[in-house]
Every structure is written in structure tokens, then in C-alpha cells.
């Protein structure tokens, strides 16, 4: 299976998590509300105005790389752990779409959301999709593996990471939008 059909298929896996997250939430409402209310929480304790626009770039930054490389190298455990990666950041977001989308708006949600995942998305998505491509490559040429994780980091630095830092510039304006 090659990199465009295995994209394909987490984009899909990455779609159904969304709607799984969505009707979970809906279903259970107080247990998902109360699991927000915590993230929320964390994030006013961090007062993200307190901290410069720069550094919130750096850490967005390094937090989206680094969970996207490791998920990616570890592909090499016969793909599992980018498949779910990729499934848990979707039910996450499908969660925030019912529980926040129904406090502001399913509108207001997705324009806080989009300009930033609408290139951090497939960002992980591709990097996920190397890591099952490495799972796949371990299974059928072991010997290998080390030409074949090269040649994902060299597609993380070249492809993924240039998305990431898009991602995360505009993720920093929007913060910084927001809060003003």
C-alpha cells in the first residue's frame, strides 16, 4: 500500500473519529462537558497573555512536531500507534465540535478551528501516514527499515514540518486575536 492510499485512508479514519467523537459527546454530555471545563481550566492557569506571541509560536510549534514525529517512528510497531494518533485527535475535535459548537455556534467553532487545522490536519495526517508506511515496510523488508526511516524524516522535514510551522503562525495570530 503506498503513501497516497494509506493518507487516504486515515483521512477517512480521521473523518469517522470526528463523527464518533461528536455523537459520544452527545451521548454522554455531562462526563464530555466535564472533561472540557478541565482543558479549559489548564489553559487559563497557563494566561497565554502573559506569555510572548513567539513563545506561544515555539511551543504550538514543538508540541505539534514532536507528537507527530514520535507517532510517525513509532509507525514502525506495525503502524498501530499513527492509527490511533490519528483517531484520538479526531474524537477530541468531534468532542469539542458538539460541546463547544453547542455553547457558541457549530459556525463560530469551526472559524476558530479551520484556518489553523485546515493545514495542521493533514499535516499529522501525513506524517501518520509515513508512520503506518514504516509498520508496513518493517513486516516486509526489516532489514531496510533504517534507509526507510530515513526516508520519512526526510519527508517529516521537507513535507510535515513546513505545514506544522504554517499551522502553528497561524494558530498564534488567532490566539492573539482572540484575546484581544
Not at 459520544?24 to 492557569?45: L, S, V
Not at 520519512?152 to 521537507?158: E, G, P, S, Y
Request: charged share 15%; proline share 4%; aromatic share 12%.
Amino acid at each position: 500500500m503506498g503513501i497516497r492510499n494509506i493518507f487516504i485512508s486515515l483521512s477517512i479514519l480521521f473523518v469517522l473519529s470526528c463523527y464518533f467523537g461528536y455523537f459520544f459527546a452527545g451521548i454522554f454530555p455531562d462526563y464530555t462537558k466535564k472533561e472540557i471545563e478541565m482543558i479549559r481550566e489548564w489553559f487559563e492557569n497557563l494566561n497565554l497573555r502573559e506569555i510572548p506571541p513567539i513563545t506561544v509560536f515555539a511551543i504550538i510549534l514543538l508540541n505539534n512536531s514532536i507528537k507527530s514525529f514520535v507517532a510517525m517512528t513509532l509507525g514502525v510497531l506495525l503502524g498501530i500507534p499513527p492509527i490511533l494518533f490519528v483517531a484520538i485527535n479526531g474524537a477530541v475535535i468531534g468532542i469539542f465540535a458538539k460541546v463547544v459548537g453547542d455553547e457558541i455556534g457549530t459556525l463560530t467553532f469551526l472559524a476558530k478551528i479551520l484556518p489553523h487545522g485546515i493545514v495542521e490536519i493533514p499535516a499529522i495526517i501525513i506524517a501518520s501516514s509515513y508512520g503506518v508506511w514504516l509498520g508496513i515496510q518493517f513486516v516486509k523488508d526489516r532489514k531496510n527499515i533504517d534507509k526507510h526511516m530515513r526516508h520519512a524524516t526526510n519527508r517529516f522535514l521537507k513535507v510535515v514540518l513546513p505545514m506544522l510551522t504554517v499551522a502553528a503562525v497561524i494558530e498564534t495570530v488567532m490566539i492573539s486575536f482572540i484575546q484581544a
